[in-house]
């Protein structure tokens, strides 16, 4: 019987230690031991790249699981909330859960008093002091005074050097026996009010992410559901025992809360199991017998909104309508409209902002997810870019899971926001800069296509391009959606957007430039130029293509800019003859010599002589033609005087000759200057 062979992929080592879970430093060893063996250079450059694309996985994996493990905490506590019985065994899980998560020493709870005016130890977990554990805190003294007077989060990095907050012997003797140092407090809301803190602490200085502040927020929203309904349940409870003789009230109020009972128990199970926020809308539609809807933030009414938020409750609209407010963190995601209900009793409201509350965490689980989509998306079309000797098969595959198809012919595409007014980008790859009338471009290339970061070319005397985050922001947001919707892939580079998507039966490079620029332009209330490649005929074939293909799309967006067609899209094809200045060296296309000939035959002489002597002859002509020919106007275009003009015109002539001022001798000196101008934009 054959004996098997080892398995001699570099990438098998690797699979082994993701399928067991093994930490980050057993990822060094298979390297390490290839070396001590004295492996091939092309073996260890092979177990180098596998390992990075192992740790890669890893941790991704880590972060899913992370997430997961947050999600399935939150969807425990609604499940402890749908059943609860217990409020200080809902209140110890949550604390205990919210601990977990963010990977603190110390969480605890507190609520408020209102008799006494201050707030009280309720919950701990990880407390060691018993000083602690009894602590009162005034209001605004201390940091969990302070987030339950201002209903605000507050975090600190250093509890004793943080002078935000009001210090006393007893709080700060209390935090130093339990020997804290860095908290964070979310405060309980219930409607506009604060019933009470949550806090997670660690014995070490720490910067808690805002992410972990998020968390926290959603266990204290829990938190004060459970308060509220213990509350509730106890109101009822002691109805029952006050009010005997008013059974069927009794049984009235019961139904109610059986009802809101079920409605939770329902919500919490389209949670679980992945409905989305129209679900949430259709549930509470039938129990409340009306009609409900989920309107996006700009749809629903704006002045009944801001009450419901401003309120914390579910406000009147109209006459048979009411809006619950639907947001996160301070920031409004939309609204949950219940219509034809001239009247609502207060649990039916109440339903009402609970289903809001449960579409929100939707909406930020969906908005998570989306994000974590977009940087797929992004980090593929990085591999694309910068690593073309990539296996095609992992490239396949990877794309397939983005419904994306890389044995397709595939367009790529860069993008750039133009400044509001003014026709010059305000971010965007292969920006190009002139200095005004008759002046000289900038010349210097931009990034490399390789380049993640890069700044866009400029450097000539118009200075660069004013940076505007939002508008990049903007940009990027819209080419992900297109990317999504086309199933194409989608990255920020260079300070602009790249794009890669598929190309139509019958459609053209230069076509979808265009197209995009409308589509994208359209979403960003801005002009937006878009430059595309030739077809790469199938990027997961030859991934080489796809850097290839950027660069001749950077040199087309510059070439629209220098061209006066900022806002526009048009791929090489549209240029004509410039088309073979913007090919650059792709394969099978000119390398641009024949241009630079031309360029050099007709006005290189000029050239050479600004380059010698410092001198503008070139910017002079620039303005020269671009003035109609008028000495008058040129000498208004460069601010000198007028006989500064005409000794450098009368210097171009010695080296043009003297029938540079010809039509013919005209035309094809504006055209080389334009050339000129061109190729320097796009890096020649």
């Known amino acids: 019987m054959p004996v098997p062979m080892p398995d001699d992929r570099p990438e098998a080592p690797y699979l082994e230690l993701l399928a067991r879970g093994a930490p980050a430093e057993a990822y060094e060893r298979p390297v390490l031991r290839a070396r001590a063996d004295k492996a091939p250079a092309d073996r260890l450059a092979a177990l180098e790249s596998a390992k990075l694309l192992a740790l890669r996985v890893r941790g991704e994996l880590e972060g899913r699981r992370r997430r997961e493990a947050e999600l399935s905490a939150l969807y425990e506590t609604a499940h402890d909330l749908a059943g609860l019985?217990?409020?200080?065994?809902?209140?110890?899980?949550?604390?205990?859960?919210?601990?977990?998560?963010?990977?603190?020493?110390?969480?605890?709870?507190?609520?408020?008093?209102?008799?006494?005016?201050?707030?009280?130890?309720?919950?701990?977990?990880?407390?060691?002091?018993?000083?602690?554990?009894?602590?009162?805190?005034?209001?605004?003294?201390?940091?969990?005074?302070?987030?339950?007077?201002?209903?605000?989060?507050?975090?600190?990095?250093?509890y004793f050097h943080d002078p935000r907050f009001q210090h006393t012997h007893t709080i700060d003797a209390g935090v130093r026996d339990e020997g804290l140092v860095a908290i964070l407090g979310v405060p309980l809301l219930l409607g506009s009010g604060v019933i009470g803190v949550l806090f997670a602490a660690d014995r070490r200085a720490r910067v808690f992410e805002r992410e972990q502040t998020a968390l926290l927020g959603s266990f204290a929203a829990h938190a004060a559901v459970a308060i509220d309904t213990a509350h509730l349940l106890a109101e009822t409870r002691a109805a029952l025992a006050e009010l005997e003789a008013a059974n069927e009230i009794i049984r009235d109020r019961s139904r109610v809360i059986e009802r809101a009972s079920e409605v939770h128990d329902r919500l919490t199970e389209l949670v679980l199991r992945g409905g989305g926020v129209h679900d949430v809308a259709d549930a509470v539609a039938e129990v409340l017998s009306g009609s409900v809807e989920f309107l996006e933030v700009g749809e629903a009414p704006a002045a009944a909104v801001d009450r419901s938020r401003a309120d914390g409750h579910a406000v009147r609209d109209g006459e048979e309508d009411w809006v619950a407010a639907v947001s996160a963190g301070g920031e409004l995601l939309g609204a949950l409209v219940l219509r034809g209900h001239p009247r609502l009793d207060p649990m039916d409201q109440r339903t009402l902002e609970r289903a809001a509350m449960v579409t929100s965490l939707l909406q930020l689980a969906r908005r998570s997810a989306g994000e974590a989509e977009q940087r797929v998306r992004g980090e593929l079309l990085d591999d694309l870019l910068d690593t073309p000797d990539r296996e095609p098969r992992l490239l396949r595959e990877r794309a397939a899971r983005l419904r994306a198809d890389l044995d397709t012919p595939h367009v790529v595409l860069a993008a750039g926001i133009e400044a509001p007014d003014s026709g010059t980008p305000a971010s965007g790859p292969g920006a190009a800069h002139g200095s005004g009338p008759g002046g000289t471009p900038g010349s210097g290339p931009g990034a490399t296509p390789g380049s993640r970061s890069g700044g866009a070319?400029?450097?000539?005397?118009?200075?660069?391009?004013?940076?505007?985050?939002?508008?990049?922001?903007?940009?990027?947001?819209?080419?992900?959606?297109?990317?999504v919707t086309r199933h194409g892939l989608?990255?920020?580079?260079?300070g602009g957007t790249v794009l890669l998507l598929p190309l139509a039966d019958g459609d053209t490079a230069d076509a979808l430039a265009r197209r995009t620029a409308r589509q994208l332009g359209t979403a960003v209330h801005a002009a937006v130029t878009v430059g595309a490649s030739a077809p790469v005929a199938a990027p997961a074939a030859r991934p080489g293509e796809v850097a290839a293909g950027y660069a001749e799309a950077r040199r087309c967006l510059a070439a629209l800019r220098v061209l006066g067609r900022a806002g526009q899209g048009a791929a090489a094809e549209d240029f004509g003859f410039l088309g073979l200045l913007l090919a650059g060296t792709r394969e099978g296309a000119p390398d641009g010599t024949g241009v630079q000939d031309f360029v050099t035959r007709t006005v290189g002489a000029v050239i050479d002589y600004d380059e010698r002597r410092g001198t503008e002859l070139i910017r002079t002509l620039d303005a020269y033609f671009a003035g109609g020919m008028s000495p008058a106007r040129t000498k208004d275009a460069l601010h000198v005087h007028v006989n500064t003009v005409a000794q450098r015109l009368e210097r171009v002539g010695r080296l043009l000759g003297p029938d540079w001022q010809s039509p013919a001798r005209s035309l094809e000196i504006q055209l080389a200057l334009r050339l000129h101008r061109l190729a320097s934009a796009v890096g020649y």
Do not use: K
């Open 490 to 494: 989608a990255a920020t580079r260079d």
């Open 457 to 483: 070319p400029g450097g000539g005397p118009g200075g660069a391009p004013a940076e505007d985050a939002e508008g990049r922001r903007r940009l990027w947001s819209a080419a992900s959606h297109l990317a």
């Open 85 to 158: 019985r217990d409020l200080d065994a809902v209140l110890q899980a949550i604390v205990q859960r919210a601990r977990s998560l963010l990977g603190t020493e110390v969480a605890y709870l507190t609520l408020n008093d209102p008799t006494a005016g201050d707030t009280y130890m309720r919950v701990t977990d990880g407390s060691v002091s018993a000083r602690f554990q009894q602590l009162r805190l005034g209001m605004g003294e201390g940091l969990g005074g302070l987030v339950a007077q201002t209903a605000r989060p507050y975090v600190t990095e250093s």
